[in-house]
């Protein structure tokens, strides 16, 4: 089993931007499709990024394209989230999640389902 920690969450206003981290230990982090989801209070959790093993597949909720930028670094087994232009409808807790696939893989997974391993979250807040 793969262990992750996500950090980066804080305050950040309207327009602002944060970076989310996602540390994985335990396994080869090469191997584990990667992915970041989100809940608010009283909410259904939902998917807000997806990257495959290969790093070349990746998956972004309409609510976020063309904002958020998922990436991984094999080296660092951390796995990343550029969030730009955040919005305050972005507040949520965010989670990191795993799921063990094969090595190279271009496969994107889009449903918390699929994710075996998840962090604790980190709370992203964002003001107007």
């Known amino acids: 089993q793969v262990q992750l920690v996500e950090s980066g969450g804080g305050l950040v206003q309207d327009g602002g931007s944060l970076r989310l981290s996602c540390a994985v230990s335990?396994?080869?982090?090469?191997?584990?499709?990667m992915g970041w989801f989100r809940r608010v209070p009283g909410k259904q959790r939902e998917i807000v990024s997806t990257i495959s093993t290969s790093g070349s597949g990746t998956f972004y909720a309409d609510s976020v394209k063309g904002r958020f930028t998922i990436s991984r670094d094999n080296a660092k087994n951390t796995v990343y989230l550029q969030m730009n232009s955040l919005k305050p409808e972005d507040t949520a807790v965010y989670y990191c999640a795993a799921r063990y696939d094969r090595l190279y893989s271009t496969r994107v997974y889009v449903n918390g389902a699929d994710f075996g391993s998840w962090g604790q979250g980190t709370q992203v807040t964002v003001s107007s």
């Open positions: 335990g396994r080869t982090f090469r191997d584990y499709a």
